[in-house]
C-alpha cells in the first residue's frame, strides 16, 4: 500500500504532537515533585490544565499517559478521582488499565474501595445491604481487568 506524502506527514505530525505532550506532562509532574513547597495550588496552576486536555484530547495515548501522570502527584482530590473512575469507561482498554493503575497509586485497589469512593463522590447510591446481587456490575468486570493485570501479567 503506497502512502500519499499528506498522510504520512500528517502521521508523523500527530506522533510528535504526542511525543511533544507526554514529554510536557512528565516535565511538569518533575517540576511539581521538585518545587511543590513553591507552589502553593497545584490544582488550579497544574492539574486541571492536565484533567482539560485528558477529557477532550481524541488520543488514546494522550489520555492514557495523563491518567498515569495524575497519579504520579499522590493528590487524592475529587476531580482527580471524577476523573480517573470517569476513565474507566472510556471506549480504549489501554485508557482503562491506565486509569486502573492511576487509582491504585492513589489507595484505591479493590471493589469496596472503589465503590466507597464513588458513594463519597456522589457518583453511586449505596446499596442496600439486604438486596441480593443476581449479576455482575460494571465494577466487577473492572476489577477482573484488575486482577488480569496485577496478577496474570
Do not use: W
Amino acid at each position: 500500500m503506497v502512502v500519499s506524502k499528506g498522510n504520512a506527514e500528517e502521521k508523523i505530525e500527530g506522533i510528535f504532537s504526542v511525543k511533544l505532550n507526554e514529554i510536557a506532562s512528565k516535565s511538569l509532574a518533575h517540576m511539581y515533585q521538585t518545587f511543590k513547597k513553591d507552589i502553593p495550588n497545584p490544582m488550579e496552576d497544574i492539574l486541571i490544565k492536565q484533567i482539560d486536555a485528558a477529557n477532550t484530547d481524541q488520543n488514546e495515548t494522550v489520555r492514557a499517559e495523563l491518567s498515569i501522570l495524575l497519579s504520579s502527584y499522590s493528590i487524592v482530590n475529587a476531580p482527580i478521582l471524577l476523573h480517573l473512575i470517569a476513565c474507566l469507561n472510556d471506549s480504549s482498554e489501554f485508557v482503562k488499565s491506565s486509569a486502573i493503575q492511576a487509582l491504585q497509586r492513589l489507595g484505591i485497589c479493590s471493589k469496596q474501595a472503589l465503590e466507597t469512593t464513588m458513594v463519597q463522590l456522589g457518583m453511586k447510591v449505596k446499596a442496600n445491604p439486604f438486596k441480593p446481587v443476581t449479576e455482575a456490575s460494571y465494577l466487577d468486570v473492572i476489577f477482573i481487568m484488575i486482577y488480569r493485570i496485577v496478577f496474570i501479567i
